[in-house]
């Protein structure tokens, strides 16, 4: 069963943050309940649904920030969460822009992984690999190697890498 498939639910969206048509992030509240669905995110372990969090106080607004204009969302008088884009509130939604956040809904039915400390650190693990492969890459088509690789070095990548 999808994390809180009784709070995310289509009836439950507040708005999205990013292009509508390429995975925004949906916000949703009822009540003092509240949280979002990231469907696309540098950080693999930052995508998914939010933990679902219940505060009366809770409360969010686009604010001007750094030279663009920026959800920001509040507990308690203090900043939470700062967005990477502005929101677009559902009474500003096109005629079809609550289906495109519906589908998040469907696409991402698990609790963020960042939440769970092992799937964390796997994917953290997975990311050190996954940068080690790009950097031997990198070294493979730099030229300084290339020089290295035609006088005949046996190994390429051993004999640059540390």
Known sequence: MAYRSDFYTMQN???????????????????????HITQAHIDPTNVGREQVENDPTYRFDNYYIGGK???????GGEPVHVSRNAII???FFGPMDIYNCGIAI?????????????????????????????????????????????????????????
């Open 13 to 35: 969206i507040i708005g999205y943050t990013g292009n509508i048509n390429l995975f925004p992030t949906v916000y949703f509240q009822r009540g003092r309940e509240y949280g």
């Open 69 to 75: 204009i920026t959800l920001v969302e509040w507990e």
């Open 106 to 162: 469907y696409r991402c039915q698990e609790k963020k992984k960042m939440y769970d400390r092992v799937a964390s650190k796997q994917d953290e693990k997975h990311q050190r690999v996954m940068q080690q492969m790009m950097h031997k890459f990198e070294v493979l088509q730099s030229p300084r190697t290339a020089r290295n690789f035609s006088r005949g070095a046996d190994n390429v990548i051993g004999s640059v890498l540390p």
């Open 89 to 91: 509130r559902r009474e």
